[in-house]
Every structure is written in C-alpha cells, then in structure tokens.
C-alpha cells in the first residue's frame, strides 16, 4: 500500500512538473514569436528604412533595465574591453596619458611594459601615430584606444617630441600584454600599522596582495588597515580568496542563492597570511560588491572594524552569457548573502537612473555627514556570528565606526580646479620642465616625501595657470582650500615623478577614514568594540 502511493505521488509530481515546464516553454515561445513577429514586420513595412542591428539591441538594454541595474548587455566589439579589468592585463603599447592642451601626453610608461623598454619616458607628447597627426586635432580617449590598443605582436610606429628638442623622436613599439595592478599602494602608515590601497576584485589581485603583505611583513607590520574605499568590486572568487586571508578555516564566507540555482555555501579554507594581526577595512558609498563581501565576512565574524561610510549596497551576481553575434549579456542569476545571513542589495524599484543616483543623494539626505539620517528599522537587524553585535541589511555594509565626509577643505574654487584636472595639468607640466634635475635631487620616495616642498612660487605659478585656464582666483577659497590643493600638488608631482603609489602616501593627509583608522588601532577604541580578532 505504501509503496503504491509513493510511486502515486511521484508519478503526480512528474505529471505536475512536466505541465509547468510545459507552460513556461509555451509562455516563452509565445512571447519569442511575438517578439519576432514585430521585428518581420517593421522590417517589411515600415515608412523608412529600419536598422534591425540597433533596433534589436535597443529592445534588449530595455528588457535588462526592467529586470535590474546590474544585467547588462555589451557589443561583441566592447566585449574584451569591458573585460579587461577583470582580466587584470590588455594588449598595448603599455603608457599612462593624459590628453594635454590636445596633445597625448604620457604621464607615465607601465612598468615592463614595451614603451617603457624602447625608452619612452614621462612627459613625452605623442605627435604622430602611424604616420597619422594626433597633436592638435581634437584627439579623445577614445582616439587614442584605437591607435595604440591593438594585439599582442603587432607594430605601431610614434613620434614623439621631448623637452624642447624641435625633431620628432620615432618609436616602433612592438605592442605587449600590459598589466593592469589592483594594489594602487601599500606603506607603512605608522609604527607597526600597514596600509594597502586595493582598487578592484581581479584575477591578479591576490598575488599583488601576497607581495604587499609578504613587503609590509618585513617592514615590521602587525595590523592592518585595508582600503577598499572607490572600490566597485569585481570577481566574486577574488572577492573569496581574500577574504579567506583573514578568517580562519571552515568559516562561512559568502553563500548565494537565486531561482535557478540552490543556496551555495563558500567556507575559508587555508591558512591565510593575515588571521592574528588586528585588522580595519576602509569603505565607503562607493564601495560594491566584491568589496562588501570582503567587509560584510570580516564584520559579521567579528574579526575587524569597518570603518568609514556605508557602501553602496549591489548584492547581486551577474553571469555572462554569449549571443550567436559575439555580444554578450551580464545576467543577474543570484544573491549573495554575508556570513550572518544579509542580502545588502538597496532597493532598484524606481528604475536604474534613480539606483545610480543613490549614493550621490546621500549627501543631500545628510547621511554622509551622520548616520542619524538613516532608517533602520528592527527587520533590518542582524547578529554576528561570535560576538552577537548588532549589524544592519538592506542596502550596503553600515560601518562600525562612521567616519562623516570631511567638506572643511571644500570651496567652489577647489571644485572648479578638480573638474577642469588643472592640478593633474599643471604637475605634469611642472615635473616635465624639470625633470632631470628632480630626479637627481629626489631619486626614491623617502627622500621625495620628507625634502619636497610646494612653494610660493610654485603656488604663485599654479594660481596664474588657473587663472589663464579659467578659473578665476578668491583669496577667501584659497583661505579655505589652499593647504589641501598645495598638498594635491605634491601628491600629483610625486606620482609622475615616481610611483603610483608616492601620491596615496602624500594624500593619506586628506583620507579622513585613514587617519580615523590609525587613532583607532593607536587609542584602544579597537580593543574597546568586542570583536574577537584574537580568536583566530
């Protein structure tokens, strides 16, 4: 008897199923045809010519924007550039520039990269291209990706005019696989404090992490401060492995869940390289993604403090899928969930300009500036795992210690010199007129950082470039502003001078969230929060 009723009910559970496939399969093939039903007859019918190309690919951003913001569809020809971030190189000549008063200027060639092999330096301006003029005739970003991007192994021919010498220089740059680095900076901030700047979640991610870690460990670190602010995410899986650097094994990482697809749970698995020293995460609102992961793992197991402003809230997880002409979609199919079980994706029902806007909104609402403008009711309520704090969902890893936006510096003069780029201009302007002699008087960081000093003169000169660039000078602003622009014109000449990473430790004088970090690792507020780092 009873075995006659189970095969019963699985013959009516199979009966039940195969109906539903069988209604989805016929929904979606009535929907199809109807779909190409249209597009036969705007194609044969309509007043003008159509473009069916354009026309189909305008139906599919449409269709995407009404599931989320995150699905997205890209062109079979943005395809490999829009993976290039992830993939943590492109192919190229291998230079960071800077469009200069219509002129490429390299504001510096990729270390090992082939530019920088044939001898190209910073300062160099790009005249010609293949033969091609490219000075003085409305080049853009765009432009120059085109003419110097290209596969690995061909030739592109530059010429190129240094310093004040009246020939051109030919280069034939034979292009290479150019890395793109994700660890912007990593110093020591203080006695025993390391500090690592992490720009994006990527394939080569971890090893540059493994080589901060492996240099800071020399230098003497024992805690450590990670800066995730800016940072929008990446790679679910590098998102993972750093995060297993900091928990110890068999702990709950991340699990994700969708409709297609059963909750997946992802554990620390190895011994990671930072699970003793006491640790801080930096965020911010612009802050997604990967990096919620990385912070929402190490709050919810009570394993660091998060400090700084609330992220920007994507829980979300995208998985591409090819079309027959090469395109792609990047198609979300999953949740992600932090350790104590919060989905922080923030609500996108009012459409995806609304979503965007969000975090900019934020210093409208007063958030920014005190976490008291924020509603967060009980059903938002979560514990960690250890310790039992309270940590909040809904939209975005709420920090442990809130960090307000420092405005103290802010003016509009200060703002118009930000938008125009004149500091960046003018650095490289600067440091090229006398780049010889600045190498010889600051040949490292150290020497750079405690002997370099803006002057007056320095400061007269830049306030009369800005003036000639349109941006009129206000002795009250520069009252305001003044000691934050010299101390970005330091941070900008150190970069183009030296490392990328000489102007984050000029700047880390503005990072707010830093300097908080540092008081708290220094002044006992981290022993005072009841995390169980210690534990580990």
């Not at 006491?278 to 403090?305: F, H, P, T």
Request: aromatic fraction near 10%; glycine fraction near 10%; charged fraction near 25%.
């Amino acid at each position: 008897m009873g075995k006659t009723f189970a095969t019963g009910m699985l013959a009516l559970f199979g009966w039940a199923w195969a109906n539903t496939a069988a209604a989805q399969q016929s929904e979606f093939e009535t929907q199809g045809q109807k779909f190409n039903t249209l597009l036969y007859y705007m194609d044969q019918l309509y007043v003008e010519d159509t473009d069916m190309e354009s026309l189909v690919e305008t139906a599919i951003v449409n269709m995407l924007e009404e599931l989320d913001p995150h699905s997205v569809y890209i062109p079979a020809e943005e395809l490999q550039a829009a993976d290039e971030p992830l993939n943590g190189n492109f192919e190229g000549v291998g230079i960071q520039f800077n469009i200069f008063r219509d002129t490429i200027m390299v504001v510096s060639p990729i270390s090992g990269g082939p530019s920088e092999k044939l001898g190209i330096m910073a300062g160099d301006r790009i005249v010609t291209v293949d033969g091609e003029v490219v000075a003085g005739t409305g080049v853009t970003n765009k432009d120059v990706q085109r003419l110097l991007k290209g596969p690995k192994g061909t030739q592109v021919t530059v010429g190129i005019k240094r310093g004040n010498d009246p020939e051109l220089l030919m280069f034939e740059i034979i292009r290479d696989k150019i890395p793109i680095y994700s660890v912007d900076a990593s110093f020591m901030v203080a006695p025993g404090i390391g500090y690592v700047k992490v720009n994006r979640f990527a394939k080569s991610t971890m090893s540059e992490l493994y080589q901060a870690f492996a240099k800071l460990q020399r230098e003497g670190m024992e805690d450590l401060i990670l800066d995730l602010q800016g940072n929008g995410g990446g790679m679910l899986r590098t998102a993972i492995q750093m995060a297993d650097e900091f928990l110890s094994e068999q702990k709950l990482i991340v699990y994700t869940e969708g409709r297609s697809f059963p909750r997946d749970d992802t554990y620390a698995r190895i011994p990671g390289r930072f699970e003793k020293g006491r640790l801080v995460v930096l965020i911010d609102q612009g802050s997604a993604s990967a990096s919620e992961i990385v912070s929402g793992a190490v709050q919810d197991w009570d394993r660091g403090l998060i400090v700084g402003r609330r992220s920007f809230g994507k829980g979300l997880v995208q998985r591409p899928v090819n079309l027959p002409d090469g395109s792609a979609v990047r198609l979300t199919v999953q949740k992600y969930y932090t350790p104590a079980g919060r989905c922080i994706q923030k609500p996108y029902e009012d459409g995806v300009d609304a979503y965007r806007m969000e975090k900019f909104e934020r210093f409208e609402t007063g958030e920014l500036m005190s976490l008291d403008s924020l509603n967060l009711p009980d059903s938002l309520k979560f514990e960690t795992r250890l310790r039992g704090r309270t940590v909040y969902g809904g939209g975005g890893i709420i920090p442990d210690v809130f960090v307000p936006l420092d405005t103290t510096d802010n003016s509009a003069y200060f703002s118009s010199i930000l938008r125009k780029g004149l500091d960046n201009r003018y650095a490289l302007t600067y440091v090229d007129s006398l780049r010889a002699s600045l190498e010889q008087a600051y040949p490292d960081e150290e020497t750079f950082l405690a002997e370099f000093e803006v002057t007056n003169d320095m400061i007269e000169a830049f306030q009369a470039y800005a003036t000639a660039e349109g941006v009129e000078f206000d002795a009250d602003d520069w009252a305001t502003s003044g000691d934050a622009i010299a101390l970005r014109l330091k941070a900008m000449m150190g970069r183009n001078l030296l490392e990328q990473s000489t102007f984050y430790r000029v700047i880390s004088g503005l990072n707010e969230s830093l300097q908080r970090a540092v008081e708290i690792l220094q002044d006992g507020t981290f022993e005072k929060a009841n995390l169980a780092h210690d534990t580990f």
